[in-house]
Every structure is written in structure tokens, then in C-alpha cells.
């Protein structure tokens, strides 16, 4: 199975902060990588697809790179809904898996 | 609108049965594979299972092979999960998810609200 692996597990941002998350694959995973953000009860939410693919309708402070075993999702100015929990997935084998989460506190 | 609604979920005790449904609409079901994804209390997202649109193909995780079953009726838009055996570490809130599948991208696109299971005597 492949392991993902984010960092930082939380962290803690004011508004307008640039922020992120770094997702680590075991073994290379092209470019199979996927975001997702996760507010408190509600379901997940795609934000980048294909490591840096912005789904339609999310904002474009969002952004992805990277390929391979090494992935980032930034957050160029973060605002106030995007305190949120944030999880890395990859697609490229079964069993499809997902990277820990990072949460993002408000400061 | 793209809706996924869960439903099946609730206490049982260890040892026991629930089937889970998502039923979809507004969404052209029968062109999508489909997962479960679950997420235990206050822990993060675990894929379970996978069918894929016509059903001939399915995929568990190692936690769930043996005990649940993954199916759908795609006439009437319904995707099941079918839980035997539940343990303790079966309590999540429960996922549908389509699968977004081409031949540059593969991701989970609309996801349902979730369904509470929780296996406790």
C-alpha cells in the first residue's frame, strides 16, 4: 500500500497568511494527487485534483504542484473559511489512500 | 444539482449487520464508479470500498475484505454496503463518493453528507 504523509499535522494562520501543506507518497505516484478540505460535520471537498488542477468553483488562492513522491497545496492569502482540515489523496493504485490531514487553526 | 444521500446507518452490536444506501440524483449514476469512504470519530478520511460502473469490478480495503459487500442498481441510482461481522473499529461516519475517472484524472467528486454507523453493545 502507498503511505501519504502530510506535514505539519495542524498548524495555526492568521488571515492573509500564506500557508502549506506538504504531502509526502512513499513511492512515486506521477501525478495522482488530490486535496481535499474537510470543515467540521460537513463531507469532503475536492480543491485540487491531478496535484495541480483547481476543481471549478474553488477559489484561485488555492494551488497545487509537485509530481512524483512530493506534493504541495498553498493557500496564497487564507481567509476566514478556510479554517478547515485538509487532506492529501492518491489515485494512482489501490488501495486509494489519504494522508493523515492538517488542520488550520486560526491564531 | 449533484445530490448523494446516505442512509442505513445506526447503533448495532458487535457481530451485526446494517446496510448502508446512497442514492443519487441529478447525476448520471450508471457512467460513474462509485466508493465508500469512512471516517471514525475525530480521525481521518479511510477509503473502503469500490465498484466500478457496471459492477463487474469491485475493490476493499484490507479492514473490511470478507465482511462487507459493495454493489448498486443502477436502474434504480442506488449504491449499498452491505456490513457483516461489525467490530468496534467499524464506528465512522460513512461516505458515498462517484469516482471521477479519465485518462489524465482520477479523483473523488461529489460526496455524500454521511451516515453515522456506531457498533457497541
Known amino acids: 500500500d502507498i503511505q501519504m504523509t502530510q506535514s505539519p499535522s495542524s498548524l495555526s494562520a492568521s488571515v492573509g497568511d500564506r500557508v502549506t501543506i506538504t504531502c509526502r507518497a512513499s513511492q512515486s505516484i506521477n501525478s495522482y494527487l488530490n486535496w481535499y478540505h474537510q470543515k467540521p460535520g460537513k463531507a469532503p471537498k475536492v480543491l485540487i485534483y491531478?496535484?495541480?488542477s483547481l476543481q471549478s468553483g474553488v477559489p484561485s488562492r488555492f494551488s497545487g504542484s509537485g509530481s512524483g513522491t512530493d506534493f504541495t497545496l498553498t493557500i496564497s492569502s487564507l481567509q476566514p473559511e478556510d479554517f478547515a482540515t485538509y487532506y492529501c489523496?492518491?489515485?494512482?493504485?489501490?488501495?486509494?489512500?489519504f494522508g493523515q490531514g492538517t488542520k488550520v487553526e486560526i491564531k | 444539482q449533484v445530490q448523494l444521500v446516505e442512509s442505513g446507518g445506526g447503533v448495532v452490536q458487535p457481530g451485526g449487520s446494517l446496510r448502508l444506501s446512497c442514492a443519487a440524483s441529478e447525476f448520471t449514476f450508471s457512467s460513474f464508479g462509485m466508493h465508500w469512504v469512512r471516517q471514525a470519530p475525530g480521525k481521518g478520511l479511510e477509503w473502503v470500498a469500490f465498484?466500478?460502473?457496471?459492477?463487474?469490478?469491485?475493490y476493499y480495503a484490507d479492514s473490511v475484505k470478507g465482511r462487507f459487500t459493495i454493489s448498486r442498481d443502477s436502474f434504480k441510482n442506488v449504491l449499498y454496503l452491505q456490513m457483516n461481522s461489525l467490530r468496534a473499529e467499524d464506528t465512522a461516519v460513512y461516505y458515498c463518493a462517484n469516482y471521477y475517472y479519465d485518462s489524465t484524472h482520477r479523483y473523488f467528486d461529489y460526496w455524500g453528507q454521511g451516515t453515522l454507523v456506531t457498533v457497541s453493545s
Open positions: 489523496q492518491q489515485t494512482y493504485s489501490v488501495p486509494w489512500t
Open positions: 491531478t496535484a495541480s
Open positions: 465498484i466500478n460502473l457496471d459492477g463487474n469490478n469491485k
